[in-house]
C-alpha cells in the first residue's frame, strides 16, 4: 500500500516529494466524482460531522386550507424569506423551512431542519401559529417523520 500525496495521487517516495498528504475520505472523493459520474453514488451521500436534514410531514384537513397558506405566508414575509400564490407556499425561517400545497379539502405541510433537535420545535411553532388563524375550527396535525437513515 503506498501513501496519497497532493490532490490524492499515489507517491512512491513521499521524501522526494516533500512529505505526504491522506488520501480524503471515500465519501468526500464520491463527492467530488458525482458532477464526473453520476451514477457512481446516490447524490446525497452523509459526510461525517455534517448535519443531516430532518423532515416530518403533516396533512390538515380543512376547507380552508389555501386561506390559512396565505395568511402564514404574509405574517411571516416581513421577517423571513416566503414565496406563495394561493396553492404553494414556502416559508425559510431561521430554523428550518415549511413548504404548504393546498387542495379543496386539505392543507399539505412539509418542515425541514438541519439543526439536530428542532423538528419537533418547528412542528410547534407552524402548527400553533396555523391553529391562532383557525380559531374557528378545530385543526389535527398528524406530524410524520420518515425513519431516521
Not at 65 to 94: M, N, T
Request: charged letters at 20%.
Amino acid at each position: 500500500m503506498g501513501l496519497y500525496g497532493e490532490y490524492g495521487k499515489l507517491v512512491t517516495d513521499p521524501v522526494a516529494q516533500g512529505g505526504w498528504l491522506p488520501m480524503p475520505s471515500a465519501s468526500l472523493a464520491l463527492r467530488q466524482i458525482m458532477p464526473i459520474c453520476p451514477d457512481i453514488a446516490p447524490a446525497s451521500l452523509p459526510v461525517p460531522g455534517e448535519p443531516t436534514m430532518q423532515t416530518s410531514r403533516a396533512n390538515v384537513a380543512t376547507e380552508h386550507a389555501s386561506r390559512y397558506l396565505q395568511q402564514l405566508c404574509k405574517h411571516w414575509a416581513h421577517k423571513f424569506p416566503v414565496e406563495f400564490d394561493p396553492s404553494h407556499g414556502v416559508i425559510d425561517l431561521s430554523m428550518g423551512r415549511t413548504v404548504m400545497d393546498a387542495d379543496a379539502t386539505t392543507l399539505h405541510i412539509v418542515v425541514t431542519t438541519e439543526e439536530a433537535g428542532s423538528i419537533e420545535r418547528l412542528e410547534t411553532v407552524v402548527a400553533d401559529h396555523i391553529k391562532r388563524f383557525a380559531f374557528r375550527e378545530e385543526l389535527v396535525f398528524d406530524w410524520n417523520r420518515p425513519p431516521a437513515a
